[in-house]
């Protein structure tokens, strides 16, 4: 079940006064309209009722998929009662769901990528560790300003599969207006080590929180 609340808000561009509605909770395996929109950002988006531009509330919610038994939480912060709270949800891991806390947008789609492709979410992060390691000592040749202060977005996008290549596509930046993409592939895992990247049993074992 999604659950939707309302709020009574003024438009930011008009300012009139009227009733919003948003999703603290989704569940895409029972509305799976909603989860284009959680991909769009565009899940709380609606027009306002006087000058009909689009009004979008940014809020936290929880992402539920019962077929993937994954609960992904949107939350900024995070304090520890709410955490606490999550053993309410005992219930669910007993059921061997993952649950992610995750702080940010581009995060929480970058969930739902990895577990659409059926990866560890654990294996993929120690990719990304490797990778922006790589990323960032190549464009400190490159870059003449203080790179202390560059921040490197990377994100996974798709597992891509063919006949003679399996690799992992990621996109980086350091500015969004450039937006570059790099690969990882799978030749350079043992067996052992592409195993694990499948493995999403594993995760289910442990409250990972
Ligand atoms: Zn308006």
Do not use: W
């Not at 202390?148 to 350091?174: A, Q």
């Not at 500015?175 to 067996?191: E, G, R």
């Amino acid at each position: 079940m999604s659950l939707q609340n309302q709020i009574v808000q003024n438009c930011p561009h008009c300012q009139h006064s009227q009733e919003l509605f948003f999703y603290k909770s989704v569940n895409i395996t029972v509305d799976p309209s909603l989860k284009q929109l959680v991909l769009d950002g565009k899940l709380n988006a609606q027009l306002c009722s006087n000058c009909e531009k689009e009004i979008n509330i940014v809020t936290d919610f929880l992402y539920h998929n019962m077929e993937q038994r994954i609960m992904l939480h949107l939350k900024e912060n995070v304090d520890t009662d709410e955490l606490n709270d999550f053993e309410r949800f005992q219930d669910f891991k007993d059921r061997g769901y993952i649950y992610r806390h995750v702080q940010t947008y581009p995060e929480l789609i970058e969930k739902i990528k990895i577990f659409d492709a059926g990866l560890n979410d654990l294996v993929v992060d120690s990719i990304k560790a490797e990778l922006s390691e790589i990323l960032m000592s190549s464009l400190q040749e490159v870059i003449t300003e203080d790179t202390e202060e560059l921040e490197l977005n990377l994100f996974f996008d798709t597992y891509e599969k063919s006949l003679f290549k399996k690799r992992l596509l990621f996109v980086f930046f350091l500015h969004p207006s450039q937006m570059m993409q790099t690969s990882f592939s799978l030749k350079s895992f043992d067996k052992t080590k592409r195993k694990e990247l499948f493995n999403l049993e594993a995760l289910r074992m442990q409250s990972h929180v």
